[in-house]
């Protein structure tokens, strides 16, 4: 595969030519697309992610009216390839010098409009994952248009909202913060979050609890424990104490 892709349709029609109907069935198991479950009627090509994120590459030039249209398709790579050209443009904005620079600044919020308002297009775990802490997270903490507390509404709005994949965004997008040593917006959501109803949800907020002990401080993680351990989900509790050593865990399971 050589060359820019310059438009949404070069790219849908090289993700057709990829097409794995083996790869398929299982990735449309393993997201679970079965009636009732969390990516009921999804459709899969069977493209592994490493190839999804070559074809980004190519089309990381692409228009934001084109990325709109691979957002838009019912097939989840084609998705995701949108979503990573997304992050592609974002990343490219935070080079050097630059950063702080007006039309930088102005480029980024523009990005992270747009990523908002398809935010329900990213309806899978990966697609969240892949995408949201690397745009939002870092958003949060940037020279930006909006201010801190505007923000902070962004997040909460997603946090509030009544949409698995819009809660899911508002806790993984705190990795970013984590990876500079803020813990804040973690703490914020994962007790927002915290008698979620949804696995998917338990298993995020551990996620980023465990990121937290890890990146940040395991004593502010065992504070946190230490006020919510005994009625927090145990697939949370789980994830969280993960780097802890066995007996460590062991205690805290018990609780």
């Given at each position: 595969?050589?060359?820019?892709?310059?438009?949404?349709?070069?790219?849908?029609?090289?993700?057709?030519?990829?097409?794995?109907?083996?790869?398929?069935?299982?990735?449309?198991?393993?997201?679970?697309?079965?009636?009732?479950?969390?990516?009921?009627?999804?459709?899969?090509?069977?493209?592994?992610?490493?190839?999804?994120?070559?074809?980004?590459?190519?089309?990381?030039?692409?228009?934001?009216?084109?990325?709109?249209?691979?957002?838009?398709?019912?097939?989840?790579?084609?998705?995701l390839c949108g979503l990573l050209v997304l992050v592609?443009?974002?990343?490219?904005?935070?080079?050097?010098?630059?950063?702080?620079?007006?039309?930088?600044?102005?480029?980024?919020?523009?990005?992270?409009?747009?990523?908002?308002?398809?935010?329900?297009?990213?309806?899978?775990?990966?697609?969240?994952?892949?995408?949201?802490?690397?745009i939002l997270g870092e958003w949060l903490l940037l020279?930006?248009?909006?201010?801190?507390?505007?923000?902070?509404?962004?997040?909460?709005?997603?946090?509030?909202?009544?949409?698995?994949?819009?809660?899911?965004?508002?806790?993984?997008?705190?990795?970013?913060?984590?990876?500079?040593?803020?813990?804040?917006?973690?703490?914020?959501?994962?007790?927002?979050?915290?008698h979620h109803p949804h696995d998917l949800m338990h298993?995020?907020?551990?996620?980023?609890?465990?990121?937290?002990?890890?990146?940040?401080?395991?004593?502010?993680?065992?504070?946190?424990?230490?006020?919510?351990?005994?009625?927090?989900?145990?697939?949370?509790?789980?994830?969280?104490?993960?780097?802890?050593?066995?007996?460590?865990?062991?205690?805290?399971?018990?609780?």
């Open positions: 595969m050589k060359g820019d892709l310059v438009d949404a349709k070069q790219v849908v029609d090289c993700m057709l030519n990829m097409h794995n109907e083996q790869q398929a069935q299982h990735l449309m198991r393993f997201f679970k697309t079965g009636k009732g479950d969390y990516g009921e009627g999804d459709k899969f090509l069977g493209l592994r992610v490493p190839a999804t994120r070559k074809i980004a590459a190519r089309g990381k030039t692409l228009p934001l009216q084109e990325v709109e249209q691979l957002l838009a398709s019912p097939w989840h790579e084609v998705r592609a443009k974002f990343e490219k904005l935070l080079s050097g010098t630059s950063v702080a620079l007006p039309e930088s600044i102005a480029s980024r919020d523009r990005i992270v409009e747009f990523y908002l308002g398809h935010a329900r297009c990213a309806n899978n775990w990966d697609l969240v994952d892949l995408s949201v802490y690397k020279p930006s248009n909006c201010d801190s507390k505007k923000k902070l509404a962004t997040i909460d709005r997603l946090a509030a909202s009544d949409n698995l994949w819009e809660q899911r965004m508002s806790v993984v997008c705190t990795m970013a913060p984590l990876k500079h040593g803020d813990s804040s917006f973690t703490l914020r959501y994962a007790e927002w979050h915290l298993k995020a907020v551990g996620w980023m609890l465990r990121e937290m002990g890890k990146r940040v401080s395991m004593d502010q993680l065992r504070e946190f424990l230490q006020k919510h351990a005994s009625h927090m989900p145990r697939t949370t509790l789980r994830y969280a104490i993960e780097h802890m050593a066995d007996e460590e865990r062991k205690q805290w399971m018990q609780r």
